[in-house]
C-alpha cells in the first residue's frame, strides 16, 4: 500500500490543521488506518488509529489529543483524516500516516506540523 500525507503547515497555539492520507489501495480493504508523530528529539509516538468495517470503524487515540483530535476515514476518496483542534507547542511533529493490511505495515512520509506563536 502506498501512502501520500499532506496538510501539514505552521499554526499559531489554539489553532486547527487538518492532515489528509490518501492510498492507493481501495480502504475498505485496509485492517486499519492511522497516524503516528515524531517530535523532535523524541521516539515516533502513536497519536489515532482507525479499523475498517469488520472492526467497527473503532477508533483510538493517544491520551495526549483526546478530545482534541479527531480521526476519519472517507472510503469513497480512499483518504483517512486527522483533524487536530486546540493545537499547542507539544504537537509540534512531523506526522506520518500508516496502514495495516494483510499483516503489513506500511507508512506515508511525513507532513511537518508546527506549532509556534
Known amino acids: 500500500v502506498q501512502l501520500q500525507a499532506s496538510g501539514g503547515g505552521f499554526v499559531q497555539p489554539g489553532g486547527s490543521l487538518r492532515l489528509s492520507c490518501s492510498t492507493s489501495?481501495?480502504?475498505?480493504?485496509?485492517?486499519?488506518l492511522g497516524w503516528y508523530r515524531q517530535a523532535p528529539g523524541k521516539q515516533r509516538a502513536v497519536v489515532a488509529s482507525i479499523t475498517d468495517i469488520s472492526g467497527g470503524g473503532s477508533t483510538d487515540y493517544a491520551d495526549s489529543v483526546k478530545g482534541r483530535f479527531t480521526i476519519s476515514r472517507d472510503n469513497g476518496k480512499n483518504t483517512v483524516y486527522l483533524q487536530m483542534n486546540s493545537l499547542n507547542s507539544e504537537d509540534t511533529a512531523v506526522y506520518y500516516c500508516?496502514?495495516?493490511?494483510?499483516?503489513?505495515?506500511?507508512w506515508g512520509q511525513g507532513t511537518l506540523v508546527t506549532v509556534s506563536s
Open positions: 500508516f496502514s495495516d493490511y494483510m499483516g503489513r505495515r506500511s
Open positions: 489501495r481501495n480502504i475498505f480493504s485496509i485492517n486499519v
